[in-house]
Protein backbone atom coordinates (compact mmCIF):
# COMPACT_ATOMS: atom_id res chain seq x y z
CA UNK A 1 0.00 0.00 0.00
CA UNK A 2 1.32 2.94 -1.20
CA UNK A 3 1.97 6.30 1.92
CA UNK A 4 -0.54 8.82 2.17
CA UNK A 5 0.36 12.11 0.84
CA UNK A 6 1.58 14.82 4.00
CA UNK A 7 -0.62 18.02 2.97
CA UNK A 8 -0.03 21.00 5.58
CA UNK A 9 -2.80 23.82 5.17
CA UNK A 10 -1.83 27.09 5.98
CA UNK A 11 -4.34 29.59 6.34
CA UNK A 12 -2.94 33.19 6.96
CA UNK A 13 -5.53 36.71 6.29
CA UNK A 14 -8.49 34.71 4.98
CA UNK A 15 -12.54 34.10 5.29
CA UNK A 16 -11.84 30.05 5.38
CA UNK A 17 -13.50 30.37 2.12
CA UNK A 18 -11.65 28.33 0.09
CA UNK A 19 -11.24 25.34 3.02
CA UNK A 20 -15.12 25.64 2.78
CA UNK A 21 -15.26 25.49 -1.21
CA UNK A 22 -13.14 22.24 -0.71
CA UNK A 23 -15.17 20.39 1.49
CA UNK A 24 -17.85 20.76 -1.45
CA UNK A 25 -15.61 18.93 -3.55
CA UNK A 26 -17.22 15.52 -5.79
CA UNK A 27 -13.50 14.05 -4.96
CA UNK A 28 -13.28 15.12 -1.54
CA UNK A 29 -13.79 11.79 -0.03
CA UNK A 30 -11.74 10.27 -2.70
CA UNK A 31 -8.84 12.48 -1.75
CA UNK A 32 -9.22 11.56 2.24
CA UNK A 33 -8.10 8.11 1.33
CA UNK A 34 -5.10 9.12 0.24
CA UNK A 35 -3.60 12.27 1.99
CA UNK A 36 -3.05 12.86 5.88
CA UNK A 37 -3.58 16.66 7.01
CA UNK A 38 -0.53 18.12 9.16
CA UNK A 39 -2.73 20.56 10.00
CA UNK A 40 -5.78 22.18 8.49
CA UNK A 41 -7.55 24.86 9.97
CA UNK A 42 -10.96 22.84 9.67
CA UNK A 43 -10.41 19.08 8.87
CA UNK A 44 -8.74 16.68 12.03
CA UNK A 45 -5.11 16.61 11.85
CA UNK A 46 -1.89 15.03 13.14
CA UNK A 47 -0.61 18.20 14.46
CA UNK A 48 -2.18 21.50 16.62
CA UNK A 49 -1.92 24.72 15.31
CA UNK A 50 0.43 25.66 18.18
CA UNK A 51 2.75 22.94 17.38
CA UNK A 52 2.84 23.89 13.91
CA UNK A 53 4.19 27.22 14.73
CA UNK A 54 6.75 26.00 16.57
CA UNK A 55 8.26 25.00 13.67
CA UNK A 56 8.49 20.98 13.98
CA UNK A 57 10.85 19.67 11.42
CA UNK A 58 8.58 17.15 9.58
CA UNK A 59 9.04 16.22 5.89
CA UNK A 60 6.02 18.21 4.37
CA UNK A 61 4.70 16.71 0.62
CA UNK A 62 2.05 19.56 -0.37
CA UNK A 63 2.38 22.91 1.34
CA UNK A 64 -0.89 24.51 0.76
CA UNK A 65 -1.35 28.36 1.33
CA UNK A 66 -4.94 30.24 2.17
CA UNK A 67 -5.01 33.95 2.61
CA UNK A 68 -3.02 37.22 2.14
CA UNK A 69 0.55 37.81 3.51
CA UNK A 70 1.38 39.99 6.22
CA UNK A 71 4.58 40.73 6.58
CA UNK A 72 3.67 42.35 10.00
CA UNK A 73 1.47 39.70 11.28
CA UNK A 74 2.64 37.60 13.98
CA UNK A 75 0.83 34.76 15.45
CA UNK A 76 2.66 33.22 18.85
CA UNK A 77 5.75 35.57 18.46
CA UNK A 78 6.22 33.57 15.06
CA UNK A 79 5.69 36.21 11.52
CA UNK A 80 4.11 34.06 8.88
CA UNK A 81 7.11 34.55 6.28
CA UNK A 82 8.99 32.64 8.69
CA UNK A 83 6.14 29.63 8.72
CA UNK A 84 6.37 29.64 5.50
CA UNK A 85 9.79 29.32 4.65
CA UNK A 86 10.47 26.80 7.03
CA UNK A 87 7.98 24.16 6.02
CA UNK A 88 8.52 25.44 1.88
CA UNK A 89 12.11 24.23 2.48
CA UNK A 90 11.15 20.86 2.56
CA UNK A 91 7.89 20.60 0.39
CA UNK A 92 8.05 19.23 -2.60
CA UNK A 93 5.37 21.63 -3.84
CA UNK A 94 3.42 24.77 -2.81
CA UNK A 95 -0.23 25.55 -3.87
CA UNK A 96 -1.41 29.25 -3.41
CA UNK A 97 -5.32 28.57 -2.97
CA UNK A 98 -7.46 31.17 -3.76
CA UNK A 99 -6.93 34.74 -5.30
CA UNK A 100 -5.52 36.34 -1.67
CA UNK A 101 -2.92 33.98 -1.14
CA UNK A 102 -1.95 34.11 -4.98
CA UNK A 103 -2.22 38.03 -5.79
CA UNK A 104 -3.27 39.79 -2.12
CA UNK A 105 -7.08 39.87 -3.32
CA UNK A 106 -9.72 41.08 -0.71
CA UNK A 107 -7.71 41.37 2.27
CA UNK A 108 -5.09 43.24 0.56
CA UNK A 109 -6.78 46.64 0.12
CA UNK A 110 -4.39 49.24 0.20
CA UNK A 111 -1.83 47.92 2.85
CA UNK A 112 2.05 48.01 1.55
CA UNK A 113 2.45 45.07 3.59
CA UNK A 114 -0.07 42.71 1.97
CA UNK A 115 0.60 40.37 -0.57
CA UNK A 116 0.55 37.49 -2.60
CA UNK A 117 3.17 34.56 -1.89
CA UNK A 118 4.34 35.48 -5.56
CA UNK A 119 2.58 38.67 -6.68
CA UNK A 120 1.27 42.00 -5.45
CA UNK A 121 -1.93 42.38 -7.35
CA UNK A 122 0.22 41.88 -11.40
CA UNK A 123 3.26 42.83 -10.29
CA UNK A 124 6.19 39.95 -9.01
CA UNK A 125 7.36 40.68 -5.28
CA UNK A 126 10.80 39.44 -4.07
CA UNK A 127 9.39 37.75 -1.66
CA UNK A 128 10.03 33.62 -1.25
CA UNK A 129 11.59 32.91 -4.98
CA UNK A 130 13.51 30.27 -4.31
CA UNK A 131 10.18 28.30 -3.88
CA UNK A 132 9.04 29.99 -7.99
CA UNK A 133 9.73 26.64 -9.28
CA UNK A 134 7.33 24.76 -7.06
CA UNK A 135 4.83 26.71 -7.06
CA UNK A 136 1.03 26.48 -8.56
CA UNK A 137 -0.71 29.11 -8.18
CA UNK A 138 -5.14 28.23 -7.84
CA UNK A 139 -6.80 31.42 -8.03
CA UNK A 140 -10.37 31.94 -7.57
CA UNK A 141 -12.60 33.95 -4.88
CA UNK A 142 -12.76 31.14 -3.58
CA UNK A 143 -11.21 28.52 -5.78
CA UNK A 144 -13.02 26.46 -7.93
CA UNK A 145 -12.77 22.54 -5.50
CA UNK A 146 -12.95 20.30 -8.19
CA UNK A 147 -10.03 22.15 -9.78
CA UNK A 148 -8.22 22.23 -6.24
CA UNK A 149 -8.90 18.32 -5.82
CA UNK A 150 -8.21 17.63 -9.09
CA UNK A 151 -4.61 19.59 -8.75
CA UNK A 152 -4.06 17.36 -5.94
CA UNK A 153 -4.72 14.33 -7.26
CA UNK A 154 -1.98 15.12 -10.24
CA UNK A 155 0.38 15.78 -7.88
CA UNK A 156 0.05 12.65 -5.82
CA UNK A 157 -0.15 10.43 -8.84
CA UNK A 158 2.97 12.18 -10.45
CA UNK A 159 1.03 13.94 -13.70
CA UNK A 160 2.89 16.89 -15.68
CA UNK A 161 0.55 20.38 -14.87
CA UNK A 162 1.52 22.67 -17.73
CA UNK A 163 1.42 26.00 -16.34
CA UNK A 164 1.37 29.66 -17.79
CA UNK A 165 3.20 32.74 -16.97
CA UNK A 166 1.19 33.14 -12.81
CA UNK A 167 1.75 29.53 -12.31
CA UNK A 168 -2.01 28.54 -13.21
CA UNK A 169 -2.25 25.09 -14.36
CA UNK A 170 -3.51 25.70 -18.16
CA UNK A 171 -5.86 22.68 -18.30
CA UNK A 172 -8.17 25.40 -15.93
CA UNK A 173 -7.04 29.21 -16.89
CA UNK A 174 -6.17 28.87 -20.47
CA UNK A 175 -9.75 29.61 -21.06
CA UNK A 176 -11.94 32.79 -20.36
CA UNK A 177 -15.10 32.44 -18.54
CA UNK A 178 -16.48 33.55 -21.95
CA UNK A 179 -15.87 30.17 -23.37
CA UNK A 180 -18.96 28.33 -22.82
CA UNK A 181 -21.00 30.93 -21.34
CA UNK A 182 -24.08 30.26 -22.78
CA UNK A 183 -24.67 33.93 -23.59
CA UNK A 184 -22.08 34.54 -26.21
CA UNK A 185 -24.88 34.58 -29.11
CA UNK A 186 -26.14 37.44 -27.62
CA UNK A 187 -22.82 39.16 -26.54
CA UNK A 188 -22.38 38.29 -30.72
CA UNK A 189 -25.37 40.75 -31.43
CA UNK A 190 -24.87 43.08 -28.95
CA UNK A 191 -27.82 42.17 -26.71
CA UNK A 192 -27.89 43.45 -23.19
CA UNK A 193 -29.34 42.45 -20.39
CA UNK A 194 -31.65 44.82 -17.96
CA UNK A 195 -32.36 42.85 -15.01
CA UNK A 196 -30.07 40.54 -13.20
CA UNK A 197 -31.27 37.39 -12.72
CA UNK A 198 -32.94 36.88 -16.52
CA UNK A 199 -32.12 34.15 -18.49
CA UNK A 200 -31.89 36.29 -21.51
CA UNK A 201 -29.01 38.55 -22.88
CA UNK A 202 -25.51 39.67 -22.18
CA UNK A 203 -24.02 41.48 -18.95
CA UNK A 204 -20.44 42.71 -20.58
CA UNK A 205 -22.05 45.88 -21.94
CA UNK A 206 -23.34 47.29 -19.50
CA UNK A 207 -23.36 45.72 -16.30
CA UNK A 208 -19.52 44.73 -15.65
CA UNK A 209 -19.41 41.44 -16.49
CA UNK A 210 -15.74 40.00 -17.01
CA UNK A 211 -15.61 36.91 -18.55
CA UNK A 212 -14.16 37.84 -22.01
CA UNK A 213 -11.12 38.57 -20.32
CA UNK A 214 -11.10 36.46 -17.44
CA UNK A 215 -8.75 33.48 -17.28
CA UNK A 216 -10.87 30.12 -15.60
CA UNK A 217 -13.42 27.54 -16.11
CA UNK A 218 -16.59 28.01 -14.37
CA UNK A 219 -18.68 27.56 -17.60
CA UNK A 220 -16.91 24.38 -18.67
CA UNK A 221 -16.24 22.96 -14.95
CA UNK A 222 -19.61 23.99 -13.28
CA UNK A 223 -19.84 24.50 -9.96
CA UNK A 224 -21.51 21.62 -8.02
CA UNK A 225 -22.04 20.48 -11.54
CA UNK A 226 -25.03 22.57 -11.73
CA UNK A 227 -24.44 26.15 -12.51
CA UNK A 228 -22.02 29.21 -12.63
CA UNK A 229 -22.53 33.09 -12.44
CA UNK A 230 -23.62 34.02 -15.91
CA UNK A 231 -26.03 30.90 -15.99
CA UNK A 232 -27.92 32.91 -13.21
CA UNK A 233 -28.07 35.93 -14.20
CA UNK A 234 -25.22 37.54 -12.70
CA UNK A 235 -21.86 38.82 -14.24
CA UNK A 236 -18.19 37.45 -13.80
CA UNK A 237 -15.98 39.50 -11.30
CA UNK A 238 -12.87 38.86 -12.57
CA UNK A 239 -12.03 36.34 -9.19
CA UNK A 240 -8.82 34.69 -10.77
CA UNK A 241 -7.45 37.34 -12.03
CA UNK A 242 -4.83 39.32 -10.42
CA UNK A 243 -6.43 42.70 -10.05
CA UNK A 244 -9.43 41.33 -8.19
CA UNK A 245 -11.63 42.75 -6.52
CA UNK A 246 -12.30 45.84 -8.95
CA UNK A 247 -14.14 48.80 -8.00
CA UNK A 248 -18.09 49.01 -9.15
CA UNK A 249 -18.07 45.22 -9.98
CA UNK A 250 -21.90 45.58 -11.48
CA UNK A 251 -20.96 48.67 -14.17
CA UNK A 252 -19.26 48.81 -17.37
CA UNK A 253 -16.61 51.52 -17.54
CA UNK A 254 -17.29 53.30 -21.02
CA UNK A 255 -15.34 55.76 -23.26
CA UNK A 256 -17.97 57.32 -25.69
CA UNK A 257 -19.89 54.54 -25.51
CA UNK A 258 -17.07 51.88 -26.17
CA UNK A 259 -15.96 49.60 -22.91
CA UNK A 260 -12.85 50.72 -21.29
CA UNK A 261 -11.75 47.17 -21.52
CA UNK A 262 -12.29 45.46 -24.48
CA UNK A 263 -12.01 41.60 -25.14
CA UNK A 264 -9.06 39.47 -24.69
CA UNK A 265 -7.22 40.09 -27.94
CA UNK A 266 -9.77 42.50 -29.37
CA UNK A 267 -8.42 45.71 -31.23
CA UNK A 268 -10.76 48.45 -30.94
CA UNK A 269 -11.18 48.99 -34.59
CA UNK A 270 -12.31 46.05 -35.14
CA UNK A 271 -14.63 45.70 -32.51
CA UNK A 272 -16.33 48.76 -33.65
CA UNK A 273 -16.61 47.35 -37.21
CA UNK A 274 -17.93 44.03 -35.25
CA UNK A 275 -20.35 45.84 -33.16
CA UNK A 276 -21.18 48.03 -36.10
CA UNK A 277 -22.85 44.97 -37.89
CA UNK A 278 -24.15 43.33 -35.23
CA UNK A 279 -26.30 46.21 -34.17
CA UNK A 280 -27.43 46.54 -37.80
CA UNK A 281 -29.24 42.70 -37.18
CA UNK A 282 -33.56 42.59 -35.53
CA UNK A 283 -33.80 39.08 -35.05
CA UNK A 284 -37.27 38.58 -33.57
CA UNK A 285 -35.76 35.61 -31.01
CA UNK A 286 -33.69 38.23 -29.42
CA UNK A 287 -37.04 40.36 -28.58
CA UNK A 288 -38.84 37.91 -26.37
CA UNK A 289 -38.83 36.13 -22.86
CA UNK A 290 -37.37 32.38 -23.65
CA UNK A 291 -39.87 31.28 -21.19
CA UNK A 292 -43.51 33.30 -21.70
CA UNK A 293 -42.39 34.76 -25.05
CA UNK A 294 -43.14 38.18 -23.65
CA UNK A 295 -41.89 41.12 -25.62
CA UNK A 296 -38.49 42.93 -23.92
CA UNK A 297 -38.20 46.97 -24.01
CA UNK A 298 -34.60 46.20 -25.33
CA UNK A 299 -32.34 49.46 -26.90
CA UNK A 300 -31.46 49.70 -29.90
Known amino acids: MHSKTKILWLSALSCN ?13 ALEQRVEWLYHPILESTFTL ?3 LSLIDFDVDILIIEGSLDRELKREGVSFDEVIYFYAKSAKKVLTVGSCASFGGVFMGDFESRSGLHFKAQKRVDNFCEIWDKTITLSGCPIHP ?8 WLIDGEEILLDSLRRPKQFYAYTIH ?7 YFEYKIDEFSFGELEGCMFYDFGCQGTYTHGSCNKLLWSEVSSKTRVGQPCFGCTEPTFPQKNLWKTK ?3 GIPAK ?6 KR ?3 SITGVAKAFKLERFYKRLMDDSKINRED
Request: a negative charge; hydrophobic letters at 40%; aromatic letters at 12%.
Open 17 to 29: GNSHSFLNSLEFE
Open 50 to 52: LEI
Open 146 to 153: EILTTTLF
Open 179 to 185: NGCLRNE
Open 254 to 256: KYM
Open 262 to 267: LPLGVP
Open 270 to 272: AYL
